[in-house]
């Protein structure tokens, strides 16, 4: 089954902002913040479904992957009611490969208007075995006839058939 090579993965970011930037913004005051993500060797992105999980989340406006590098970026709009709460990402990875090692991946914060103050993080990669949570998976999970329904099912067949006859 082709879910089942998926990893779900959770980026979450928190934006405190500065006395001093504090003091500059107005309660309407918007940030944006570009959260940057090395991808594990290994793995590759399915760009659709991060734009379906991104479309959750209000305060994501857009992302952008560089192929090349391996790294994806989400630009957050934090207005000033977020400041200090924690913003979390759903996104997921495909695994092109079995990888019995993961080396930690690097995380990248910035203010899109001063990169040059950034944290930057070696995140471990951290698994718990699920599959995604897909609604039409779990649409048919829940759909799917228990043993018992289909053993009725199949009487309730041979009954019809037999008083057809």
Same mark, same amino acid.
């Given at each position: 089954?082709?879910?089942?090579?998926?990893?779900?993965?959770?980026?979450?970011?928190?934006?405190?902002?500065?006395?001093?930037?504090?003091?500059?913004?107005?309660?309407?005051?918007?940030?944006?913040?570009?959260?940057?993500?090395?991808?594990?060797?290994?793995?590759?992105?399915?760009?659709?479904?991060?734009?379906?999980?991104?479309?959750?989340? @209000?305060?994501?406006?857009?992302?952008? %992957?560089? $192929?090349?590098?391996? &790294?994806?970026?989400?630009? /957050?709009?934090?207005?000033?009611?977020?400041?200090?709460?924690?913003?979390?990402?759903?996104?997921?990875?495909?695994?092109?490969?079995?990888?019995?090692?993961?080396?930690?991946?690097?995380?990248?914060?910035?203010?899109?208007?001063?990169?040059?103050?950034?944290?930057?993080?070696?995140?471990?990669?951290?698994?718990? @075995?699920?599959?995604?949570?897909?609604? %039409?998976? $779990?649409?048919?999970? &829940?759909?799917?006839?228990? /043993?018992?329904?289909?053993?009725?099912?199949?009487?309730?067949?041979?009954?019809?058939?037999?008083?057809?006859?």
């Amino acid at each position: 089954m082709p879910w089942l090579s998926e990893i779900k993965t959770k980026t979450c970011v928190t934006y405190t902002p500065t006395a001093r930037d504090q003091q500059l913004a107005k309660d309407v005051f918007n940030r944006t913040v570009v959260v940057e993500v090395q991808l594990p060797s290994g793995v590759r992105l399915n760009l659709r479904q991060i734009g379906f999980f991104l479309s959750r989340v @209000p305060e994501a406006m857009y992302f952008t %992957f560089n $192929e090349h590098a391996n &790294k994806i970026n989400f630009f /957050l709009n934090v207005p000033s009611t977020s400041n200090g709460k924690q913003i979390c990402l759903e996104w997921c990875l495909e695994r092109l490969s079995f990888v019995t090692q993961w080396a930690p991946i690097e995380v990248r914060a910035y203010d899109y208007l001063q990169p040059e103050y950034q944290l930057i993080r070696l995140v471990p990669i951290q698994f718990q @075995p699920s599959l995604l949570g897909y609604s %039409f998976v $779990e649409a048919v999970q &829940k759909a799917r006839p228990s /043993l018992e329904q289909l053993a009725e099912m199949h009487q309730k067949r041979s009954r019809s058939r037999t008083d057809n006859i």
